[in-house]
């Protein structure tokens, strides 16, 4: 036990699956994993473990935003040694071509403040995915036929924005989309050595100012849970 998460050693395994929303961690278990169990809902931030293809998985919350998910990768990586994190999410496009539904597979997260910043100080620091997670979820994602976008995401703090021109700056940089969480878990990644990736629908359009309907959100959302558990054990 930790101070955020109740399960026993042993209970979660090597490879931890991070939805934001701890209900979407119960629906995810539930739809792909074989036997299920709830290992931690201190706060009501639930975790399960069970198999996927006799592959042990954990599908963990994070919670939102960057201090929220450092907790729990904190503890997930530090005290039960989870090897394989990867966060499964929603994010916002930030580029014309990126589509609603479509897939962004984060290469790199800018980000302007994170819960890493008291030790980078000065130094810009370049969070990245693992490489050998990336191609795997790439070649999930072809074999799928999911239209999958790769490069630079924006994890901003905020999801109300007061600062329309950094929005406008990413978008003028390239950057695919935005979301709050994966800058801090690559860089907790690189620095506990472990294998890290940020998987994410695309359930809102800055440019467009279009939003997926919620009955289409759950169908996405399996469709990313598949090229994550590819991507962990193919
Ligand atoms: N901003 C920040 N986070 C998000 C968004 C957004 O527009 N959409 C989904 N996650």
């Not at 934001?20 to 931030?45: H, Q, S, T």
């Not at 090897?83 to 071509?97: H, K």
């Not at 030790?119 to 979820?137: G, Q, V």
Request: glycine share 8%; hydrophobic share 40%.
């Amino acid at each position: 036990m930790t101070i955020h998460i109740g399960a026993k050693p042993g209970e979660i395994a090597e490879t931890v699956l991070m939805p934001g929303d701890p209900y979407r961690a119960k629906w995810a278990a539930e739809k792909f994993l074989k036997n299920p169990m709830c290992i931690n809902e201190v706060r009501g931030m639930l975790g399960f473990t069970g198999t996927w293809n006799g592959n042990r998985v954990t599908i963990h919350g994070s919670g939102m935003g960057m201090p929220s998910l450092s907790i729990y990768a904190n503890e997930l990586i530090s005290d039960y040694g989870a090897q394989t994190l990867i966060r499964i999410g929603s994010c916002g496009a930030m580029q014309p071509q990126v589509k609603l539904r479509d897939v962004i597979l984060a290469m790199t997260s800018t980000t302007l403040s994170t819960p890493s910043r008291g030790i980078m100080r000065e130094l810009n620091f370049a969070p990245c995915a693992d490489w050998s997670l990336l191609h795997a979820a790439f070649k999930a994602a072809e074999a799928k036929g999911t239209p999958t976008h790769v490069g630079g995401i924006y994890s901003s703090d905020v999801f109300y924005d007061e600062r329309p021109d950094l929005n406008e700056q990413m978008t003028r940089h390239g950057i695919l989309g935005v979301e709050m969480e994966a800058a801090e878990l690559y860089t907790l990644a690189a620095r506990h050595n472990r294998r890290a990736l940020a998987v994410l629908t695309v359930s809102d359009h800055l440019v467009t100012g279009e939003a997926l309907p919620s009955e289409d959100r759950e169908r996405s959302f399996g469709d990313m849970v598949e090229i994550a558990l590819h991507a962990a054990f193919d």
